[in-house]
């Protein structure tokens, strides 16, 4: 019986350590594009239009992300979208913040 107990939870460990392993990279690019956005504010760069139309693209990917990740599971096609929407966010995000210079 403790063998059996001990063997799930084991399981379930590796099972967790791999899932947040996978989920790490776009959770951290949502924090990084978070604190940009933020800065932005702070400094004065984005207006309060721009950071409301963010914060709604933010929260949009965020939504995604959980819905990709309901079933337990990342497939690579989830990935790429993921990976494409945050790519998008963070040109718009550059745009606020530069209100169109560039360098």
Known sequence: MKKIFLGILVGTLI???????MAGPFTWRETRQQARIYQGVDSGQITHREF???????????????QAWSDGTLTPGEACRLTREQNRASRHIWRAKHNGFHY
């Not at 409301?52 to 959980?66: P, Y």
Request: a positive charge; hydrophobic letters at 25%.
């Open 15 to 21: 099972l967790g350590t791999v899932t947040i392993a």
């Open 52 to 66: 409301r139309h963010l914060e709604r693209q933010q929260g949009r990917i965020e939504t995604h992300r959980q």
